[in-house]
């Protein structure tokens, strides 16, 4: 079986600075990992992935993340944020060759002027 | 469609009904996924189906909770002898199928049980 803790519920930042979403799994096999993030009033959207390989990915507005094993992590980060990245961004953990996303509780970010 | 259709957005039903809630999912999309969020809480895992078959029911509550997807393509949710426990957000989403295969998911059906 798998966990996800997102350990910060709500990150306030401002414009233009740096952010760090953090997640942290648990799971007796090996795992996919994912972030999703989900706008107002939005079904949920993929961020990116990790599958296999490279242990920095790469996802879509500019975020990325870090899968680090030993210390089972997958922490989401972006440089310089906009007003239009607030929303709620979701952890999610899969068995390898499972279906089943096993999600965080969710961190909401929060973007201020 | 252009994305997964999830119908209704909002319900509301008394405690002790029965409801029905409809997926309509990407064409082509043999997978598809049902969950539940509850408020301030991430989308726990309900059902996943591969074609027309539920391949996965583990995420199942109880035996309240009952899932079809006869022709392999709509879905339906449905939810007898409601309680207020049951109030969240459903979603469902689809997929190719396949382990690398991005879910994309729909809005949700909001359910409310007063």
């Known amino acids: 079986a798998q966990s996800v803790t997102q350990l910060d519920s709500q990150v306030p930042v401002f414009e233009e600075a740096p952010v760090e979403l953090r997640c942290n799994y648990s799971?007796?096999?090996?795992?996919?990992l994912f972030w999703y993030v989900q706008y107002p009033n939005q079904g949920l959207q993929l961020l990116l992935k990790y599958l296999s390989g490279s242990t920095l990915v790469k996802g879509i507005n500019g975020f990325e993340a870090e899968f680090n094993k030993s210390q089972t992590s997958f922490h989401l980060r972006k440089p310089s944020v906009h007003i239009s990245d607030t929303a709620e961004y979701f952890c999610?953990?899969?068995?390898?060759?499972?279906?089943?996303?096993?999600f965080g509780q969710g961190t909401r970010l929060t973007i201020n002027p | 469609g252009a994305g997964v259709s999830q119908t209704p957005s909002n319900k509301v039903t008394e405690k002790g009904k029965y409801v029905e809630l409809r997926c309509d999912p990407i064409s082509g999309h043999t997978a598809l996924y049902w969950y539940r969020q509850s408020l301030g809480q991430g989308p726990e895992f309900l059902i996943y189906?591969?074609?027309?078959?539920?391949?996965?029911d583990s995420g199942l509550p109880n035996d309240r909770f009952f899932a079809v997807r006869p022709e392999g393509s709509v879905s339906t949710l449905k939810i007898q002898r409601t309680e207020r426990g049951d109030s969240a957000v459903y979603l469902c989403?689809?997929?190719?199928?396949?382990?690398?295969?991005?879910?994309?998911f729909g809005q949700g059906t909001r359910l409310t049980v007063v």
């Open positions: 989403a689809s997929s190719l199928g396949g382990v690398n295969t991005e879910a994309f």
């Open positions: 999610a953990v899969s068995g390898k060759g499972a279906q089943k996303l096993v």
């Open positions: 799971s007796s096999v090996s795992v996919y």
């Open positions: 189906f591969q074609g027309t078959g539920a391949a996965d």
